[in-house]
Each structure stands twice: as structure tokens, then as C-alpha cells.
């Protein structure tokens, strides 16, 4: 077929564009509770994010921080190669208790 190759040149571009605004995020279980601020981490107790004193209201849900790729295990390889192959950035990190 004459003019295939254009069209699938034109379409892998569009493709490449459109992947090009992903990312991968892999996280730890998660879950935040807005309207209470509380929040828990795998599944355990809920945790009060909000504290207030005299001197005011503070929020402080979990902070996120990378996977070191001895964390990652077998998996940093796969992480990265993904990465590598694709360009769609792979973020691996665990929430940390502030």
C-alpha cells in the first residue's frame, strides 16, 4: 500500500506526544481521608493529619520518597528499562509518616 509508512509515521508521533505527558507512579497503599484529614499507610491505623495549638493549624499528610533500587529488588531493572524504551518516566516511591 503507497502512502502506509507516512501514515504510520505521522500516527507513531502522535502516539510518542501523547505518552511523552505520562508517568508511571508506583506507590505504597495509600489512603487519604480530605474531609477528616487522616490518612494510613498499608493498611494500618488511620493517622490525624491536622494539629492545631495557639499558634495555629498545621496539615501534614505523609512525605513520598524514592525507592532506593536495593528497595526495588528485581524490579529496579524492569523499572528501568522501562524508562529506557519507552520515555515514560517511572516513579517508585513509599509514603513516610512526617
Known sequence: LVGDDEFIAYQLQGETEI???FTINLLDDLEI???THEYRIKGSDWI???TA???GVEVNFPTLVRLTDDELG???PIVKQI???TG???HAVRAVQS
Open 74 to 76: 528485581t524490579l529496579a
Open 53 to 55: 495549638d495557639d499558634g
Open 83 to 85: 524508562t529506557q524504551k
Open 19 to 21: 505518552f511523552g505527558r
Open 88 to 90: 515514560i518516566p517511572v
Open 48 to 50: 490525624n493529619a491536622l
Open 33 to 35: 481521608d480530605f474531609d
